[in-house]
């Protein structure tokens, strides 16, 4: 399992600059601030309570700025991720957050957080999931919102592609990652004591074209006009039978309570 953690952790670094400026991409921001936007559009207990919040796997520690954007002033934050070449690049942008350098599939605190966000964390470090997500759980208050963003898939087609893409496109690495059955998905929070909320399908046509442009950049066409149109269609589809089995992606939100 280390030794997975430690290839992940180089595979990441290597493409890390890369990635940083391609998801710099105008159309990849705007779908991404229309997605969360739409997410917390009803999140009505979360918005304006100055919360507590957790990253783990942080990245650049976007779930803070997605936090603050749709919820309000954080209370407090806190964020660490296993690379240290993404901690000192947050760290450049940001000197005061606090992030740092942690593993999390050692990680342990004392903490209890009101939110806990993982923006496509898990897949990266399936064979120890269920350990991570388990021992989450402790830092998470009661009534507390476990957010998670992770590429899923829910039919055959669409899993056999996805294989395809992990085994050819670099920016990915095969053999440590791995994207979810969404049933699969929900049971590792289930079968852990934690309670579906809310969920949403957006890894539909707009998710297609803009969300991966450091991995796809000739699917990054137009611009925000398109970006809102094929967003706007897929929103039929967020919440219902089509959505769930057409999406390449889950966005969901579990309790303790």
Same mark, same amino acid.
């Given at each position: 399992?280390?030794?997975?953690?430690?290839?992940?952790?180089?595979?990441?670094?290597?493409?890390?600059?890369?990635?940083?400026?391609?998801?710099?991409?105008?159309?990849?921001?705007? +779908?991404?601030?229309?997605?969360?936007?739409?997410?917390?559009?009803?999140?009505?207990?979360?918005?304006?309570?100055?919360?507590?919040?957790?990253?783990?796997?942080?990245?650049?520690?976007?779930?803070?700025?997605?936090?603050?954007?749709?919820?309000?002033?954080?209370?407090?934050?806190?964020?660490?991720?296993?690379?240290?070449?993404?901690?000192?690049?947050?760290?450049?942008?940001?000197?005061?957050?606090?992030?740092?350098?942690?593993?999390?599939?050692?990680?342990?605190?004392?903490?209890?957080?009101?939110?806990?966000?993982?923006?496509?964390?898990?897949?990266?470090?399936?064979?120890?999931?269920?350990?991570?997500?388990?021992?989450?759980?402790?830092?998470?208050?009661?009534?507390?919102?476990?957010?998670?963003?992770?590429?899923?898939?829910?039919?055959?087609?669409?899993?056999?592609?996805?294989?395809?893409?992990?085994?050819?496109?670099?920016?990915?690495?095969?053999?440590?990652?791995?994207?979810?059955?969404?049933?699969?998905?929900?049971?590792?929070?289930?079968?852990?004591?934690?309670?579906?909320?809310?969920?949403?399908?957006?890894? +539909?046509?707009?998710?297609?074209?803009?969300?991966?442009?450091?991995?796809?950049?000739?699917?990054?066409?137009?611009?925000?006009?398109?970006?809102?149109?094929?967003?706007?269609?897929?929103?039929?589809?967020?919440?219902?039978?089509?959505?769930?089995?057409?999406?390449?992606?889950?966005?969901?939100?579990?309790? +303790?309570?």
């Amino acid at each position: 399992m280390s030794d997975h953690i430690e290839q992940q952790r180089e595979h990441f670094e290597n493409i890390s600059e890369k990635y940083y400026n391609a998801r710099k991409s105008v159309n990849h921001l705007y +779908l991404k601030k229309l997605m969360w936007r739409f997410f917390f559009k009803d999140k009505v207990q979360l918005k304006n309570k100055s919360l507590s919040v957790l990253e783990p796997m942080c990245g650049y520690s976007e779930g803070k700025s997605i936090l603050e954007n749709n919820i309000g002033v954080l209370g407090s934050y806190e964020g660490f991720d296993y690379s240290s070449v993404l901690i000192e690049k947050v760290k450049e942008t940001n000197p005061d957050i606090n992030v740092y350098v942690q593993d999390v599939s050692t990680f342990k605190s004392e903490k209890k957080f009101d939110v806990i966000i993982v923006i496509g964390g898990l897949h990266h470090v399936p064979s120890m999931c269920e350990t991570v997500v388990q021992n989450l759980k402790n830092n998470l208050k009661p009534e507390g919102a476990f957010i998670v963003l992770e590429p899923t898939h829910n039919n055959i087609i669409f899993r056999k592609i996805r294989e395809r893409i992990y085994n050819k496109n670099t920016l990915f690495d095969e053999e440590t990652e791995k994207a979810f059955r969404l049933k699969e998905l929900n049971n590792l929070f289930l079968s852990n004591g934690y309670k579906l909320v809310d969920q949403m399908y957006p890894g +539909l046509l707009s998710y297609i074209l803009f969300y991966n442009p450091d991995a796809f950049p000739f699917l990054n066409i137009g611009g925000k006009f398109l970006v809102k149109l094929t967003f706007k269609i897929d929103t039929l589809f967020f919440k219902n039978y089509i959505g769930r089995k057409l999406s390449f992606a889950t966005l969901s939100m579990f309790t +303790l309570g």
